[in-house]
């Protein structure tokens, strides 16, 4: 005997299958009032979308609070860079115009042969 051959013998004998259970308290189910499968699905749904919603819209607007604060302190370090780049440029300028230490030293050879330090 098959399990097909078993299956359709015991619904001749007017035993219920997995099916006809579940047909059974469904009917039962929604005759009463329950709430189905679907409808406390639904209502689970809803409930969990109500509290995720929020709870990220609160979480984008301290997100963006915290990049507005790093937006606000990088601008700062940006500035004081520009200015120190300026302030290192003007030293550069300065600097150009004396002359290195060989420059220096054959200078001074040149003074020091034609006046010789007494």
């Known amino acids: ?5 078993l299956i359709a013998a015991l619904k001749a004998a007017g035993v219920a299958t997995k099916d006809d ?4 308290v469904g009917e039962e189910i929604a005759s009463r009032g329950f709430a189905t499968t679907d409808d406390i699905h639904n209502q689970l749904t809803e409930f969990f979308a ?18 507005e ?18 302030q290192i440029e003007g030293l550069k300028a300065d600097l150009s115009d004396t ?3 060989k420059e220096f030293n054959e200078l001074k050879a040149q003074v020091d042969r034609y006046s010789p330090t007494l």
């Open 1 to 5: 005997m098959t399990k097909s051959d």
């Open 99 to 101: 002359p290195s230490r």
């Open 21 to 24: 259970v579940r047909q059974i």
């Open 50 to 67: 109500g509290m995720i919603v929020p709870a990220f819209e609160n979480l984008r607007k301290e997100m963006n609070a915290r990049f």
């Open 69 to 86: 604060q790093i937006d606000h302190r990088l601008g700062k370090l940006e500035t004081g860079q520009a200015h120190l780049k300026d």
